[in-house]
Each structure stands twice: as structure tokens, then as C-alpha cells.
């Protein structure tokens, strides 16, 4: 999914993992991993069908489920348990936002570390630490430094 464009369509992770990331200054900064049964949700485009700000990337082989957007919504006025199942999803994605925000705020470097891992134990098999680093808000110098501490 890249950024500044309409994405028509959401997809649901049945094996795999991914990433979003913005592109500031040349830079790419993650903010966001996603592993199995995680929704991939541009948000901007299924809220408002406006362009995406985040580019999604697979970073290993992944199975995904599609749905075109249009098509949920119909569900969603069809369905009352589709429509509720879709506003506790939006609800959670929320929730996980906030806590990534605060965590990236009020914790050290090191914390956040542990606080990754324990989200997602594996990660560091499936991400490259040049990803890890930039969704830490470090340099993959200082993340190699914590990570000598932790052994």
C-alpha cells in the first residue's frame, strides 16, 4: 500500500508480518508492525476515502484476506453483527494506537524495547533491527546497545 493514494481495499493477516512507515526528511520511520490476524487498515482511505498518509510494506511472504472497502460497508449496513464486529475492531486498532503513542513518549528506550518484545516475541526473527530501531525512535547503534544490556 503506498501513501498518497486512495486505497479501496483492507486486508487481514493470516500468515505473515508487515509494516507502515511515513517517509520524513528521506527518512523512513516505522510506526507500526503487524502479524497474524492483525487487520491492515489505512485508515485515512476507509475513513474518509481520502489518500493514505503510510505506506504498508510485507516483510516476509504473507497470506492475506481482501475485502474491498465498499463492500464492508454494505455489510456493516446490512449486518448489525458485522457492523458491531467492525466498530469493536475500529475500537481496538484505536486503544493500540494510543497505547504505541504513549509508550513512545513516557518510557525510555530500553522499556519500549521489552515492551515490543513482549508484543511481539518474534519479532526480532522477522523484522530487520533497521525497521525495529526507526519504530523505537533510536538509532540501530543504541538499539544494538540495549540489546547487549538485555543479554
Not at 486498532?93 to 515492551?115: F, G, N, W
Request: proline share 2%; charged share 30%; aromatic share 10%.
Amino acid at each position: 500500500i503506498d501513501a498518497d493514494k486512495v486505497e479501496k481495499k483492507l486486508y487481514f493477516i493470516k500468515k505473515g508480518i508487515v509494516r507502515a512507515y511515513i517517509i520524513d526528511d528521506g527518512k523512513e520511520i516505522t510506526f507500526w508492525f503487524g502479524t497474524e490476524g492483525q487487520p491492515i487498515i489505512p485508515m485515512n482511505s476507509y475513513v474518509y476515502n481520502k489518500k493514505n498518509y503510510e505506506n504498508i510494506e510485507l516483510l516476509e511472504d504473507c497470506s492475506l484476506y481482501k475485502i474491498e472497502i465498499i463492500k464492508l460497508q454494505e455489510l456493516y449496513k446490512e449486518y448489525k453483527e458485522i457492523a458491531n464486529w467492525g466498530r469493536i475492531l475500529a475500537e481496538k486498532e484505536l486503544v493500540a494506537t494510543e497505547r504505541r503513542l504513549i509508550t513512545r513518549i513516557s518510557m525510555q528506550a530500553k522499556d519500549r524495547y521489552l515492551e515490543l518484545l513482549a508484543q511481539h516475541p518474534n519479532l526480532l526473527q522477522r523484522a530487520a533491527l533497521r525497521h525495529i530501531a526507526s519504530y523505537l525512535g533510536i538509532t540501530q547503534v543504541s538499539l544494538s546497545r540495549i540489546r547487549a544490556q538485555i543479554k
